[in-house]
C-alpha cells in the first residue's frame, strides 16, 4: 500500500520558475526523504528530513514537515529542463524497522 | 564506489513462464530492498532483507515471487508463473545499517524491465 500521496500528479512549468510538490502520508514516522526518477531509470536520493525537523535546504531543493498535518512539500527553485523527472516522498514508519514506503510521485515537466 | 547491479535490464516473456531477476547492493550494505514498480506509480516495496534475513514480506504474492539472499550479500526475485500484471519495472535498492531509529538513503539500481505478453 502507499504510505504517502504526493500533489499534483502532474505539473509543468516553464524554465526558471518555481516547482512545488506536496505529501500527503498516514502514519507517524520517523523521517521523510524526497527522490527523483528520470524516465526509464532508478530512483536518486534527494533530500532526507527528520521527523523533528520543519524545514530543511540542499542547494535549489527546500524541503519543509509538517507532522501535525502529516504533510511535506518539496520546492525546486529556479527551476532548470534537466529538473524534468518523476518526484517520490518516502516514509520510515515509526515504530518500524528501516520499511522506507513510497508515495504515488509528481511528474514534473520543465519547458525549456 | 560502485552502485547497486541489477540484470537483466529488459525481460520479455509469455504469461505462465518463470525469470529471474538478479541483484548485487553496494558492497557493505545490510539492507537490500526490492520494489515492483508499475506504469504511472510508485514503487511497492516486495520484501526487505536484514542481511540474508527476510524482514517484511507482507506484499509479496508468496504464491509465484519468491526471493532469496545468499550469504547477505546478492539476491535474486523469481516470479513462476508470471502474470500480465507482473509486467512491470522491478527496482532493487540497499541501504546501510542504521545506527538509529531512522532511516539512511537508499541506493537504487537501474531497474529490470518485465513485460509478460
Known amino acids: 500500500s502507499q504510505q504517502g500521496e504526493e500533489d499534483p500528479q502532474a505539473l509543468s512549468i516553464q524554465e526558471g520558475e518555481n516547482a512545488t510538490m506536496n505529501c500527503s502520508y498516514k502514519?507517524?514516522?520517523?523521517?521523510l526523504q524526497w527522490y527523483r526518477q528520470n524516465s526509464g531509470r532508478g530512483l536518486v536520493h534527494l533530500i532526507l528530513?527528520?521527523?523533528?525537523?520543519r524545514e530543511k535546504h540542499s542547494g535549489r531543493l527546500r524541503v519543509t514537515l509538517d507532522t501535525s498535518k502529516k504533510s511535506s512539500s518539496l520546492l525546486i527553485t529556479a527551476s532548470r529542463a534537466a529538473d524534468t523527472a518523476s518526484y517520490f516522498c518516502a516514509t520510515d514508519a515509526r515504530g518500524g524497522y528501516q520499511k522506507v514506503t513510497f508515495g504515488t510521485g509528481t511528474k514534473l515537466q520543465v519547458i525549456p | 564506489e560502485a552502485g547497486v547491479a541489477q540484470s537483466p535490464r529488459y525481460k520479455i516473456i509469455e504469461k505462465r513462464q518463470s525469470v529471474a531477476f538478479w541483484c548485487n547492493p553496494i558492497s557493505g550494505h545490510a539492507t537490500l530492498y526490492w520494489y515492483q514498480q508499475i506504469l504511472g506509480q510508485g514503487p511497492k516495496l516486495l520484501i526487505q532483507?536484514?542481511?540474508?534475513?527476510?524482514?517484511?514480506d507482507s506484499q509479496l504474492p508468496k504464491d509465484r515471487f519468491s526471493a532469496e539472499r545468499l550469504k547477505g550479500v546478492d539476491s535474486t526475485l523469481k516470479i513462476q508463473p508470471a502474470k500480465l500484471e507482473d509486467s512491470a519495472v522491478y527496482l532493487c535498492a540497499s541501504s546501510k545499517d542504521r545506527e538509529t531509529l531512522n532511516t539512511g538513503e537508499l541506493f537504487f539500481g537501474e531497474g529490470s524491465r518485465l513485460t509478460v505478453l
Open positions: 532483507f536484514q542481511n540474508n534475513g527476510v524482514v517484511d
Open positions: 528530513i527528520r521527523s523533528n525537523e
Open positions: 502514519t507517524s514516522i520517523n523521517n
